[in-house]
């Protein structure tokens, strides 16, 4: 099975724009979770897409948002960028909901805000 | 973060030396205890879990040690290889949606 992939794998704005990013799970799976990634907070939880609809949210602003398709694909948008939000996003899958089964994270996309 | 205390943040050992993790939660409803490694540059990738009817698990070099009572739970890694440098993460679900909270991370540095 293709593992879940994630696009783009970097990307470069500036303050104030917005961007989406774009996660596919490994086929079965329907559940996807997103995360971010920085060198001082670690891995904190965005929210999870359970046949597509949001199942739970971390505590992050309303600027962060994300959908689910009926592919299962997941795409999560982040408005009025800020230099703080620069990071490394993974997406992860998995069979059922929730956080007590497997996660299988994507390599991530690197976003760098300017 | 958020109540998944993970210590130490860096660990160096020895080449073939042991190496433990302990990592601390608060909820005691939870009852399922990944650990995740993640290699420089790559994504985090589960290397072993255990479920709240057992005490202890084992895979090879590796084991986790789960005490319910005392709310922890630990990564031990037997004849340290260099290929285990990487930094570990673990995580507990928590809340109804069992959310996954991850721990601060620890990185392990293999020392030849």
């Known amino acids: 099975k293709a593992g879940v992939t994630q696009t783009p794998r970097y990307l470069i704005k500036t303050r104030g724009q917005q961007v989406t990013l774009s996660c596919s799970p490994i086929?079965?799976?329907?559940?996807v979770s997103w995360y971010q990634q920085t060198p001082g907070q670690g891995l904190q939880f965005l929210f999870e897409y359970f046949s597509e609809t949001q199942r739970n949210k971390g505590n992050f602003p309303g600027r962060f948002s994300g959908r689910q398709f009926s592919n299962s694909r997941s795409e999560m948008n982040v408005s009025t960028l800020e230099l703080g939000d620069s990071a490394l996003y993974l997406c992860a899958s998995s069979l059922a909901p929730g956080g007590a089964d497997t996660q299988y994270f994507g390599p991530g996309t690197r976003l760098t805000v300017l | 973060g958020e109540n998944v205390e993970q210590h130490p943040s860096t660990l160096s050992v020895q080449e073939g030396d042991s190496a433990v993790i302990k990592c601390t939660y608060s909820?005691?409803?939870?009852?399922?205890f990944p650990w995740y490694k993640q290699e420089l540059g790559k994504r985090p990738q589960l290397i072993i879990d255990i479920r709240s009817n057992v005490g202890e698990k084992k895979d090879q070099r590796i084991a986790v040690t789960l005490n319910k009572t005392a709310k922890h739970f630990s990564l031990h890694i037997t004849e340290t290889q260099p290929e285990d440098s990487a930094v570990y993460f673990c995580?507990?679900?928590?809340?109804?949606?069992?959310?996954?909270?991850f721990g601060q991370g620890t990185r392990l540095t293999i020392n030849p």
């Open positions: 086929s079965g799976h329907r559940s």
């Open positions: 995580a507990v679900p928590r809340g109804r949606a069992q959310k996954l909270v």
């Open positions: 909820d005691s409803a939870s009852n399922y």
